[in-house]
């Protein structure tokens, strides 16, 4: 079993006492303790302005309703740069440049892809997919 | 000015035949500048005790399409619990027990009303922390 280890750490002086939480996570395979997610995909891409991108697609049975997990990062340095991020056509929201995110993501159906649109200019992009399983396209 | 960051921390010496290890850290800023977020929820608790929906951040309540974050945290242990994380009415995701989750949030009102939606996977006690940084 793949173990992998997902860890986060919130700090901020916003309050009047310090911020400061820490965890960490083991990517398990759904409801499970025993197996742990053994596969992904990772990857850079430059995402130009005008279009919005299938960046994760749901239609595949491996991905409904587990317990994969995705990062993204905006590598953009412009402040005003920033890039939407959309399932199923709802905005989620908007990843600045220099913020990351992960999430679970569930894939209910055909039409849950992980979209991204690039906004004010082209937008530079990390990603990582941790998952079950991804149904290859038969050439 | 408020200084907020999040770091994140990806690794596995096994998933791959090369150690992965990625490390990003990010400074919380207002949507197109660099002014650090000034408003936080703080950090918070909550116990369900039905699978009914329910709704933890309200959109009206927040500026649309800002640079909101959102923190969650699954505090359980039993492998079988989980959280979905809904969107307006859309399934983002399940987060098991110990899974935490970090992202953008756009409090929507004007095309979907983007609430912040959880739902357990069940009617035993769930218990999740949550945090959101909000402009």
């Known amino acids: 079993m793949a173990t992998t280890t997902a860890a986060v750490t919130l700090t901020s002086d916003l309050l009047s006492d310090n911020i400061s ?17 053994d596969q992904m995909d990772m990857g850079y891409i430059e995402i130009a302005t005008g279009d919005q991108y299938d960046l994760f697609d749901a239609d595949n049975a ?31 929201g ?45 050439s | 000015m408020a200084t907020t960051t999040a770091t994140i921390t990806l690794s596995s010496s096994d998933l791959l035949s090369d150690e992965l290890s990625l490390a990003t850290t990010c400074t919380l800023t207002e949507a197109g500048n660099s002014t650090g977020l000034i408003s936080t929820s703080g950090l ?10 329910y709704t933890l951040f309200a959109a009206a309540d927040y500026t649309d399409d800002k640079a909101h974050k959102v923190y969650l945290k699954n505090t359980e242990t039993a492998a079988g619990l989980y959280f979905l994380i809904s969107i307006h009415d859309v399934e983002v995701g399940r987060i098991y027990a110990g899974d935490w989750v970090f992202l953008p949030w756009s409090a929507d009102t004007t095309s979907d009303n983007a609430d912040f939606k959880i739902t357990p996977s069940s009617s035993a006690s769930h218990t999740l922390e949550y945090m959101l940084f909000a402009e």
């Open chain 2, 44 to 53: 918070g608790r909550k116990t369900t005790a039905s699978a009914s929906q």
């Open chain 1, 21 to 37: 939480v820490t965890t960490d996570t083991t990517c398990m395979k759904g409801g499970t303790t025993a197996d742990g997610l």
């Open chain 1, 62 to 92: 491996l991905n409904k309703n587990k317990a994969n997990k995705v990062y993204i990062s905006n590598d953009s340095t412009d402040e005003t740069y920033y890039v939407t991020i959309t399932i199923d056509a709802t905005v989620v």
């Open chain 1, 94 to 138: 908007r990843l600045y440049a220099g913020d990351w995110m992960f999430i679970p993501w569930g894939a209910e159906d055909a039409t849950a892809d992980i979209e991204i649109e690039a906004i004010n200019g082209t937008n530079k992009v990390s990603y990582a997919y941790f998952h079950e399983g991804r149904t290859l396209i038969a």
